[in-house]
Nanobody, 116 residues
Framework: QVQVVESGGGLVQPGGSLRLSCVASGSTRSILSMGWYRQAPGKQRELVAIMTTAGSANYADSVKGRFTISGDNAKNTLYLQMNSLKPEDTAVYYC??????????WGQGTQVTVSS
């Protein structure tokens, strides 16, 4: 089993930046990919960015050019650098871990609020 913990959320003004972190622990040798999802009030959960352990990364169109996903495989840690934040980015951000056993694990989420 894999445990997932996110951190780094907070309140930021439009145009500002935040960096989210996600640490995976437990059976980390089984990890295939890690990614970020977000869920705003009244909306369904959506993919923000995902990266495999091989380094391939994909982004939602709404965040391309503003967000950057990166990771440290040795530390089983994933980051999401968020720049030029907009009020529309306000959501609970979740880190997800996918394993070779085709099982997904989720963190508790971290709140990001973009407001003036």
């Amino acid at each position: 089993q894999v445990q997932v913990v996110e951190s780094g959320g907070g309140l930021v003004q439009p145009g500002g930046s935040l960096r989210l972190s996600c640490v995976a622990s437990g059976s980390t040798r089984s990890i295939l990919s890690m990614g970020w999802y977000r869920q705003a009030p009244g909306k369904q959960r959506e993919l923000v960015a995902i990266m495999t352990t091989a380094g391939s990364a994909n982004y939602a169109d709404s965040v391309k050019g503003r967000f950057t996903i990166s990771g440290d495989n040795a530390k089983n840690t994933l980051y999401l650098q968020m720049n030029s934040l907009k009020p529309e980015d306000t959501a609970v951000y979740y880190c997800t871990v996918s394993t070779v056993y085709r099982r997904d694990y989720w963190g508790q989420g971290t709140q990001v609020t973009v407001s003036s």
